[in-house]
């Protein structure tokens, strides 16, 4: 049986072929099909990235959408248990639509977690390590989130027989769920992905460098228990986040990879 021709010319064809990297079948007339190769990958963007971004959206969106339908200004820590009522009376179209606009928001950070723990893996020296401090961190800012939009929810059921010190309570579970220990929790999930995303060139210097200060902020955010002015770090802490959130999943989201044959030998 001879390939395109007799002895060592035919054998010399066939190694050129493969050095190409196309792939040889022989049919039974004893004649040389040759197929080009398909790409061993192609476009790798994951749209799971969205989700990052479209959490901050839709946080940002509660709060801004319930300041603007709210008639009187939210209930700063530390006010009365009067002010915090009349609040949640006068305004609580404007509760709901935040409480709502919440719900959605933590189910996109759940599944932005989600897609971060799959580029942790990728990680090149601690992928287990760093995988599972994405899903504890996530998790764990998640459920802090939940937690105080629960909280706040039970508020804007009118309910006559509640004592001051009830509302009051309930009111600063709102405020530590969703301040001090989301802080925490998103602080470390902060960090976690940025070394992630940095590490599988998701993320340059700059960001990076982002990642730092809001983690930093985050972390810091306890700190508001004993000096109220680092309260600040509450939302530059969060909204820090949600800006890094957006730049790795927008990139993660429009990710390609050149197509690359299969080398045959």
């Known amino acids: ?158 309910k006559d027989d509640r004592t001051d010190n009830e509302v009051l309570a309930t009111t600063r579970r709102v405020f530590v769920a969703g301040g001090p220990v989301h802080g925490v929790a998103y602080g470390a999930f902060t960090a976690a992905t940025a070394v992630a995303a940095h590490n599988t060139g998701l993320l340059r210097r700059t960001g990076a460098v982002l990642g730092v200060l809001s983690t930093t902020a985050n972390l810091v955010t306890p700190a508001y228990f004993r000096w109220e002015p680092t309260g600040w770090l509450i939302p530059i802490g969060r909204f820090s986040g949600y800006i890094l959130s957006a730049v790795i999943g927008v990139r993660l989201a429009t990710k390609r990879t050149r197509p690359t044959f299969a080398q045959h030998s």
């Open 1 to 158: 049986m001879t390939l395109t021709g007799e002895g060592g010319s035919g054998k010399t064809w066939l190694a050129a072929q493969l050095c190409a990297g196309t792939r040889s079948s022989i049919r039974k007339d004893d004649t040389m099909i040759t197929k080009a190769p398909a790409p061993s990958s192609t476009a790798i963007g994951d749209v799971g990235g969205l989700a990052g971004p479209a959490a901050g959206l839709l946080f940002t969106t509660a709060i801004a959408g319930a300041g603007r339908l709210a008639k009187d200004p939210f209930p700063a820590p530390g006010s009365s248990a009067e002010v915090i009522r009349t609040y949640y009376r006068r305004s609580a179209r404007a509760a709901r639509f935040n409480v709502a606009c919440q719900a959605l928001s933590i189910l996109a950070q759940s599944r932005y977690v989600v897609t971060m723990a799959r580029v942790a893996s990728r990680h090149r020296t601690h992928p287990r390590l760093l995988t599972g401090a994405v899903l504890v961190a996530g998790r764990a800012a998640v459920a802090a989130l939940a937690t105080s939009a629960a909280f706040q929810a039970s508020l804007t059921v009118p």
